[in-house]
């Protein structure tokens, strides 16, 4: 299937570093989504990123994508312990069926 | 706004009972969505609506239906429930499409003994 692998699946960081993950695909898309979901909650939408685009900011949020590398990545700055928090790509494939493929999501600690 | 809500939040069914898991948005969105939540699965899409009136099939559709009498409601029907459809299910709505920003309802865990 289409949908993204995160990586890596789990990260452990001290409040004020970066978090960086990554998440790769198999097939060409025309978006790539990244979400945000804290303990016992709905997912909340970060960053939609194009496939025409190279990168996109939000606050301390920066998603990066490489479509000859098919990978995005998401950068967190100056971690809070309130960004611990599962984050998941999800992609829309250019040959798909229209739809979002969620990858499995990856953890991300930050130990105040 | 209230956006997404989902009712229950959590429920326990015995095999073979039926229930309806309820999700409302007030945002005006034609699209609507349902997706289960496994552990180390992601989320996989089990029906959808492009408006009222108007419902489709995703990924996992078996033992559920769906509905769109209003822009604003779109319940989700267990029919026979079965251990395997214990998950914890979110509704999602979108201005734009099945493809565009999704907006989450906060959830419903469901557990079938």
């Known amino acids: 299937s289409q949908q993204g692998e995160e990586d890596p699946q789990a990260l452990s960081i001290q409040e004020g570093e970066n978090a960086t993950m990554n998440c790769s695909y198999k097939t060409s898309i025309n978006n790539l989504q990244w979400y945000r979901q804290n303990s016992g909650r709905g997912l909340v939408h970060l960053i939609l990123i194009r496939s025409n685009e190279r990168e996109k900011h939000s606050g301390r949020l920066r998603v990066t994508l490489d479509t000859s590398k098919k990978s995005s990545s998401l950068l967190i700055t100056a971690s809070r312990a309130a960004d611990t928090a599962s984050y998941f790509c999800a992609t829309v494939s250019y040959y798909g069926n229209n739809r979002l493929a969620f990858g499995k999501g990856n953890q991300v600690v930050v130990i105040p | 706004n209230a956006g997404v809500t989902q009712t229950p939040k959590f429920q326990v069914l015995k095999t073979g009972q039926s229930m309806t898991l309820q999700c409302a948005q007030d945002?005006?969105?034609?699209?609507m969505s349902w997706y289960r939540q496994d552990p180390g699965m992601g989320l996989r899409l089990i029906h959808y609506?492009?408006?009222?009136?108007?419902?489709d099939q995703g990924e996992v559709p078996n033992g559920y239906n769906v509905s769109r009498s209003t822009t604003e409601d779109f319940p989700l029907r267990l029919l026979s429930a079965a251990p395997s459809q214990t998950s914890v299910y979110f509704c999602?709505?979108?201005?734009?499409?099945?493809?565009?920003?999704?907006?989450f309802g906060p959830g419903t865990r469901l557990t079938v003994l």
């Open positions: 609506s492009v408006g009222a009136g108007i419902t």
């Open positions: 999602a709505s979108s201005y734009n499409g099945l493809t565009d920003t999704q907006y």
């Open positions: 945002m005006n969105h034609e699209y």
